[in-house]
């Protein structure tokens, strides 16, 4: 049983396409969390909501929106996609904010590639 | 503010001892630790909450000094699965995210 998983693991797309990223995990924590990493590694956080409010909501395009419609779950749609948005995009979760308690798990992330 | 790992990246032979430094340039609440192999994501090491702690996770352990802002990892004998990218993330005490360090590359050959 995978603790946070999302799908879809892999996406390619065209510039200027919309697509969604999903994320679910089945730890009963109650924060969760995108991060952006990039081709040099960098992990950046993105958003992050606890109990479905939004806390954290870096500089990021407002072209990135994410929703949680539960604390099980946290999405991520992208509008009008552009060549620099091609990274892993990782979800995770952690009882607590920010993670206090215990660690991150992260899920697989999605490997966006922009073309 | 991002915090500051190094080194960036090291290579050993199988048996040897490394140590991954993380400094912050914030007052210090904890440390977490992570590893994130080649193509997978980063997965929960360790996380030290008090000052001077020092905390253990087979052959790794860690430590944390909250007065120099700065923690420490440290890897004895290591092993051909410890390669990867270690992760520092620093907290604050009003800190409401993990800022990660650029990540330290090890490589362990046999």
């Known amino acids: 049983d995978t603790a946070v998983s999302q799908t879809p693991k892999y996406l390619v797309t065209q510039m200027g396409n919309d697509k969604s990223i999903k994320c679910e995990q089945n730890?009963?924590?109650?924060?969760m969390y995108w991060y952006k990493q990039d081709s040099k590694k960098f992990l950046k956080i993105m958003f992050s909501?606890?109990?479905?409010?939004?806390?954290i909501n870096e500089t990021v395009p407002n072209r990135f929106s994410p929703k949680s419609p539960d604390k099980a779950h946290l999405n991520l749609h992208i509008n009008s996609l552009e060549l620099g948005d091609s990274a892993v995009y990782f979800c995770?979760?952690?009882?607590?904010?920010?993670?206090?308690?215990?660690?991150?798990?992260f899920g697989s992330g999605t490997r966006l590639t922009v073309v | 503010q991002q915090p500051v790992q190094s080194p960036q990246a090291v290579i050993l032979r199988e048996g040897e001892d490394a140590v991954i430094n993380c400094s912050s340039s914030?007052?210090?609440?904890?440390v977490h630790w992570y590893r994130q192999k080649h193509g997978e994501a980063p997965v929960f090491l360790m996380i030290?909450?008090?000052?001077?702690e020092q905390k253990g996770h087979e052959k790794i352990s860690a430590s944390f000094n909250e007065k120099k802002q700065q923690s420490s990892l440290y890897l004895t004998a290591s092993q051909l699965s410890y390669s990867g990218t270690y992760f520092c993330?620093?907290?604050?005490?009003?800190?409401?995210?993990?800022?990660f360090g650029q990540g330290t590359r090890l490589t362990i050959n046999p």
């Open positions: 995770a979760s952690s009882q607590g904010r920010p993670g206090i308690l215990g660690g991150y798990t």
């Open positions: 730890l009963g924590h109650d924060t």
């Open positions: 909501y606890n109990n479905k409010e939004l806390i």
């Open positions: 914030k007052a210090l609440y904890s």
């Open positions: 030290l909450l008090k000052g001077g």
């Open positions: 993330g620093p907290l604050d005490q009003g800190a409401q995210k993990l800022v």
